[in-house]
């Protein structure tokens, strides 16, 4: 029943920012972790950032210091905020909701292009 829905991607120049967002038709119970993956072609679909419903968050080492995982919980919307994009960060970018309960929901993905 619970959809995703992913916006705020787009081109932008290396160097630049860019926000992406994603809400969830509904509000969601039993969220065990909200993540952002991305997936670039002729890779495999990797993490991203992830942020746990305690407020924990994890990165992947390529974007450390650069993007922020944020959940706005009265809005059903989670954020990535990026900075500093870099050409390597173009891929199609995918949020996720992990539930207890070893149930996953994905979005259908926003495109995010960095020129060089």
């Known amino acids: 029943q619970v959809q995703l829905v992913e916006s705020g991607g787009g081109l932008v120049q290396s160097g630049g920012s860019l926000r992406l967002s994603c809400v969830a038709s509904r509000t969601i119970f039993g969220i065990r972790a909200n993540a952002w993956y991305r997936q670039a072609p002729g890779k495999q679909r990797e993490l991203v950032a992830a942020i746990s419903s305690g407020g924990n968050t994890n990165y992947s080492d390529s974007v450390k210091g650069r993007f922020t995982i944020s959940r706005d919980n009265a809005k059903n919307t989670v954020y990535l905020q990026m900075k500093s994009l870099k050409p390597e960060d173009t891929a199609v970018y995918y949020c996720?909701?992990?539930?207890?309960?070893?149930?996953?929901?994905w979005g259908q993905g926003t495109q995010v292009t960095v020129s060089s």
């Open positions: 996720n909701v992990d539930l207890w309960g070893s149930s996953i929901v």
